[in-house]
Every structure is written in structure tokens, then in C-alpha cells.
């Protein structure tokens, strides 16, 4: 799923709890690592800033050789082993105020897993290269693409609505 669609669900679906903006940071975790790599781009001259909302995986994948270790930390931040590992840590004394954040970024995880078709995660890193390929992607055409963002668009629309609805209804009764 793109980044920020992670970060909307996840605000949507946790809005309620006291730790809310630590799930929606953790939710767009493993990703971040990618703005770091469309800022090098810009400096670089691979990218022009006009290009930056038309910006697609397709382009990104394109770069991609050109930033290995880019793809090294992808891959740390999408394994559900090294997730599991920190996750276990949180459950200690101290760590664990960062438990909702480590959640979060299990959510992406568990996103990414149903929007990943022939490009899905090796989700066993470093015990294993096996994926599992989602029949759905968000940006695969082979993989129901264009019908995938149909749904995820309309729906987040209405999450946005919904949010808007409450945040006016919280305002009006104040
Ligand atoms: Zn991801």
C-alpha cells in the first residue's frame, strides 16, 4: 500500500486511543527510508520537483539499482521476523512505551502482506528469501491495480468524510 494510505487507515482505525500518533508513525515505518531516497534524488538531478506528484513504484523500481542499500533496509523493515524480534523487546520494562509505535508497524506489515503481488515481501528475512504473492496489489496491473485503488480510494474518502463529520461534531457541541 502507498505510505500515506497506511498512515490514514491507521489513524482512522486507532483515532480513539491515547497513543494514537505512534501507531500512525510506526504504521508508515519501513517506508521512510524512501523519502530519504526521493531527497537524494532531488539533489542528484534524478528527479525534478514537478515530477514529484506523478511520482509511481514504477519510477522508483527504476532507481532502485542505483540505491542497493535502499533495498537493504526495505527489506529489514518489511520481515516479520526482525518485527517480531523488536515487538518481543517492547514487551520488556522501558521499551515497552513504545509498544503502540512497533504495533503500528506491524500493521504495515500485515497491509502490505494483502497489497503485494509478484513484488511481495520476503517477510522471513534474514532465514529466508520466501514470499507469499497477494493476489491483490495497489500497484501491480496484472494484480487488480486499478480495481484495488477503486475500493481503497472510495473507502478512504469515506473515512476522511467520517473524520471530518466527527471532528465538526465535536466543535459544534464545545
Ligand atoms: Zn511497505
Redesign the pocket.
Known amino acids: 500500500?502507498f505510505?500515506l494510505h497506511?498512515g490514514l487507515w491507521i489513524y482512522f482505525l486507532t483515532r480513539r486511543h491515547a497513543q494514537v500518533w505512534q501507531f500512525v508513525a510506526g504504521s508508515m515505518l519501513?517506508?521512510y527510508v524512501y523519502f530519504l531516497m526521493v531527497g537524494l534524488m532531488l539533489i542528484r538531478g534524478q528527479l525534478n520537483f514537478s515530477e514529484l506528484i506523478s511520482l509511481s513504484p514504477q519510477i522508483m523500481m527504476f532507481f532502485l539499482p542505483m540505491y542497493p542499500w535502499v533495498v537493504k533496509i526495505?527489506i529489514i523493515?518489511?520481515s516479520v521476523v526482525i518485527w517480531g524480534a523488536v515487538f518481543i523487546l517492547t514487551l520488556l520494562p522501558g521499551v515497552n512505551r513504545l509498544q503502540a509505535f512497533v504495533v503500528g508497524w506491524g500493521t504495515?506489515l500485515l497491509f502490505?502482506a494483502l497489497t503485494h503481488g509478484a513484488y511481495a515481501?520476503p517477510f522471513l528475512y534474514p532465514l529466508s528469501l520466501y514470499a507469499v504473492h497477494s493476489p491483490v496489489s495497489f500497484w501491480e496491473p496484472a494484480y487488480f491495480a486499478r480495481e484495488f485503488n477503486i475500493v481503497n480510494n472510495a473507502l478512504m474518502v469515506l473515512m476522511a468524510l467520517y473524520i471530518l463529520y466527527e471532528w465538526l461534531g465535536k466543535k459544534y457541541r464545545k
Open positions: 500500500m505510505t497506511h519501513p517506508d526495505d523493515g518489511h504495515h502490505d515481501n
